[in-house]
């Protein structure tokens, strides 16, 4: 097995990193263009690059660099990139669309990453990849707004539609969101995070700021300093095992001097997601050159929880060249563990205990009481089980 290591060591994953530095400027293309020179395997990188989700990032480094890759992987690259852009656009109108059904029913939304983030951070929605519509309405407006969107083309798959009011009200407590399948798929988020103890405070109406997407027509996000905070904790809950997430943290960092960078990181560790900032900043310090303050780095580097997660993050996300974590068996054990060390609290523990250990399952299973008692010997082989013969997310709809 090759060692997480030895890939980020090898020139195809350094390109990788290299058309990941924004803005994609003459600075970038020259980091590009030397990166590319030692590149042997262009098929290995175009597989990485569809790995890690940011053909269309890489795609436009290499073409503003003026790098041709082999006819192969620039096809392939092309056609990923292709795919990006079309899906973005659909998004686009999608999105649009949703937003005026919304503010017609007098129902506030945010829109979560997906292309108003794209709009944001890199001036347009087509390079970043989005795979869904991630919506953030208040507890009281979720079923309200869930309603609405069944009216509107869109089904809902979790939870179950024949779900009991028991069932449901565990769904509210250890979940963040219903999911609906339709022209796209669509997580309805009533928190960000199923674990509550992770932002589960914030000012949502103040958080809001509009981005314009063109020609009259905007959606509703975060503003930079949240949206900072939510993506450090957004990837730091998966460990980053895609690029495409540290490369949006290094886009919103672009052009940010010392002073901000410390600042940014200050209102993360006051919104209790200060593991989750500095396991970013420091991954992205040495995979994407982002500058850090000496001070700030030697800060972030002295929490040996800190420099544990950053080991963590790497073996996921160099782990394997072409599978991510959540495709092989065990894969996800240690983002799952990472976990316990993002937090620190009474609730926090509490809540990732509930979530890791499952302990309401047999009251949502209705079992007979007699195998309600005997659930907690068979929770770790389930668990084993489901990590040795993985299958596929089910919340994952068709395309």
Request: net charge positive; aromatic share 10%.
């Amino acid at each position: 097995m090759v060692h997480a290591d030895e890939i980020i060591a090898l020139p195809e994953f350094r390109l990788l990193t290299a058309c990941l530095i924004w803005p994609h400027d003459e600075a970038c293309a020259q980091g590009v263009r030397q990166a590319a020179a030692d590149v042997g395997d262009w098929s290995l990188f175009a597989r990485m690059a569809r790995r890690h989700r940011i053909a269309g990032l890489v795609q436009d480094a290499l073409r503003r660099a003026g790098v041709e890759p082999a006819p192969d992987a620039a096809a392939d690259l092309v056609q990923q990139a292709g795919v990006i852009a079309r899906r973005n656009l659909a998004s686009v109108a999608e999105s649009t669309r949703l937003r005026r059904l919304f503010e017609k029913a007098g129902i506030d939304v945010l829109f979560l990453k997906g292309v108003a983030l794209g709009m944001q951070i890199y001036s347009s929605p087509t390079p970043r990849h989005s795979k869904d519509i991630d919506l953030l309405v208040t507890r009281e407006k979720v079923v309200e707004a869930c309603d609405l969107l069944a009216r509107n083309g869109y089904r809902r798959v979790l939870p179950r539609k024949d779900s009991s009011e028991a069932e449901m009200a565990l769904w509210f407590r250890d979940h963040k969101d219903f999911v609906l399948h339709g022209a796209f798929e669509i997580e309805l988020h009533w928190r960000l995070f199923n674990n509550d103890a992770v932002l589960g405070h914030f000012d949502r109406k103040a958080a809001g700021v509009p981005v314009v997407l063109g020609d009259g027509l905007s959606l509703e996000t975060f503003d930079r300093e949240l949206q900072f905070v939510y993506l450090c904790a957004h990837g730091a809950r998966d460990a980053w095992f895609r690029l495409k997430w540290l490369a949006d943290i290094r886009a919103l960092l672009a052009r940010t001097d010392a002073a901000e960078i410390e600042r940014l990181y200050r209102r993360a560790q006051a919104l209790r997601a200060g593991r989750a900032a500095a396991q970013a900043l420091l991954l992205c310090e040495r995979l994407l050159r982002l500058p850090l303050p000496a001070a700030l780095k030697n800060e972030l580097e002295d929490d040996w929880r800190v420099r544990w997660l950053v080991r963590i993050a790497v073996q996921s996300l160099a782990g394997d060249a072409e599978r991510e974590p959540v495709e092989m068996p065990f894969g996800t054990t240690r983002i799952e563990l990472s976990r316990w060390l993002l937090g620190q609290g009474f609730a926090y523990w509490g809540q990732e205990a509930r979530l890791t250990l499952g302990w309401r399952d047999p009251k949502a299973a209705k079992l007979p009481w007699l195998l309600r008692m005997l659930y907690p010997f068979w929770r770790p082989v389930r668990w084993l089980y489901s990590q040795a013969f993985r299958k596929s997310d089910p919340r994952r709809g068709p395309a």
